[in-house]
């Protein structure tokens, strides 16, 4: 539930802001590539009026989601999920030598040895939907820290489900 009102709340800015930067200009709207200084800055995207496009900032929202949240017992990602990691691999394509970690994680429900395995099996979940999107496996690392590094704390279902996630760091 918690989930799902950010989700509206965060469509609801990007709406806001899309009619805001709405433009009537028809000049060509050229894109410099960036370069990789992962200042979070960019021209990508940007017309000569300075504004950016529809597409780059779906692309920079995309890149902004680096936590990737799973039902209870679950591995399956989202189809939201696997929106923001197309995303993901084209960056991590387009820069051979970036390297991820991905953290795998659970709730404390269930024992030590099943949510380490779990943990694992959300990151290697990631893994795979990247590799198929064309990312060299030489540039990911999966771990496990199943319930050991909890988001919240907590015995509530905002808890937990806080604590059901891969979090993808960049090395």
């Known amino acids: 539930m ?3 009102m950010i989700k509206l709340g965060v469509a609801a800015l990007l709406s ?3 009619a805001a930067c709405s433009s009537t200009d028809t000049k060509d709207n050229t894109t410099t590539t960036p370069t990789n200084n ?6 990508q995207g940007t017309g000569n009026n300075g504004q950016l496009s529809a597409a780059e900032l779906e692309r920079q929202r995309a890149l902004a989601q680096t936590v990737f949240y799973f039902a ?3 591995s399956e990602l989202t189809a939201e999920d696997r929106d923001a990691l197309v ?3 084209a960056e ?3 820069n051979p030598s970036s390297r991820v970690r ?3 994680h659970a709730d404390e429900r269930g024992t030590r040895e099943y949510n380490l ?3 694992e099996r959300r990151a290697q979940a990631v893994q795979r939907y990247l590799q198929v999107q064309g990312v060299s496996a030489s540039q990911m690392e999966t771990i496990s820290y199943g319930e050991e590094r909890p988001a919240r704390t907590g015995n509530t279902e905002a808890a937990y489900s806080a604590n059901r996630r891969v979090e993808l760091v960049k090395r």
């Open 2 to 4: 918690q989930n799902s």
């Open 16 to 18: 806001v802001m899309l």
């Open 38 to 43: 992962n200042t979070g800055a960019s021209t």
């Open 72 to 74: 209870f017992d679950s």
């Open 87 to 89: 995303y993901h691999a």
């Open 92 to 94: 991590l394509k387009a």
């Open 102 to 104: 991905l953290e795998g």
């Open 117 to 119: 395995a779990l943990g």
